[in-house]
């Protein structure tokens, strides 16, 4: 996935309401962007901190610049878009590159499952069972190279892996695939104290069937892609 304009550099002011955080530009100017990440973002807020914008002139939209990347003080580059995890995702499906789902040719997105739910994705082919996978974004990492889902509670998360355990249980394949974009990252793990409902759900899917996957992604200033597997001990 590639950005659609050259990103600007700037510095973190503050992350607020969400939605908002304000940054200083290498122009001098401060801005005010969309951050597109609901999420608590640990350890990707603090002020100070080494970002990359995106600026657009789309009349309709508020804001005239969107929070993208940011870099760490050791370097290492960190994708904060919780909407690019599923857009490098149905790239790499549709391109075959992700080898334990490399035997489907059929992706369809957002298809209606569950109970008033919509699966990331479908996957069908031939003479194999449909294969429904979710995407999870994740860019949390507190120590060592270990990346960690969720950042904060998420009984949404909880409600999803519930029903991939339903479709499993039906004869398909059920998948839950991490996105994890953060360049530092080596090895995955639950955060089980930040949220220990969905660390239950997870060992009780994993029993199940439903199978996790977590793949780190490149992170550029020209755009991201999905990289390897990493391990889920």
């Known amino acids: 996935m590639r950005f659609q304009t050259p990103l600007v550099k700037g510095r973190l002011l503050r992350r607020y309401k969400r939605f908002l955080a304000d940054v200083a530009v290498e122009s001098g100017e401060e801005v005010t962007a969309?951050?597109?990440?609901?999420?608590?973002?640990?350890?990707?807020?603090?002020p100070g901190l080494r970002v990359w914008v995106e600026p657009n002139d789309d009349p309709k939209k508020k804001l005239s610049y969107a929070w993208r990347v940011c870099q760490l003080s050791d370097g290492t580059m960190v994708g904060i878009d919780t909407v690019v995890p599923n857009r490098v995702a149905k790239e790499a499906l549709a391109a075959r590159h992700?080898?334990?789902?490399?035997?489907?040719?059929?992706?369809?997105?957002?298809?209606?499952?569950?109970?008033?739910?919509?699966?990331d994705f479908l996957l069908t082919e031939s003479?194999?069972?449909d294969a429904y996978v979710e995407i999870k974004n994740v860019h949390l990492l507190r120590q060592d190279d270990w990346a960690e889902f969720p950042d904060c509670v998420t009984e949404r998360g909880t409600k999803h892996l519930r029903e991939l355990m339903e479709v499993k249980a039906q004869g398909a394949r059920a998948v839950m695939l991490y996105v994890i974009q953060h360049e530092g990252c080596a090895r995955f793990r639950i955060a089980e104290d930040l949220d220990p409902a969905y660390a239950a759900a997870f060992e009780e899917a994993?029993?199940?069937?439903?199978?996790?996957?977590?793949?780190?992604?490149?992170?550029?200033l020209t755009g991201i892609t999905l990289g390897p597997a990493i391990p889920i001990p």
């Open 34 to 46: 969309h951050c597109p990440n609901p999420g608590s973002m640990m350890g990707l807020r603090e």
């Open 98 to 119: 992700i080898p334990a789902l490399a035997a489907y040719h059929s992706v369809r997105p957002e298809v209606a499952y569950g109970t008033r739910s919509r699966v």
């Open 127 to 129: 003479g194999l069972p």
């Open 206 to 220: 994993r029993a199940a069937g439903v199978e996790m996957l977590a793949h780190r992604c490149h992170v550029t």
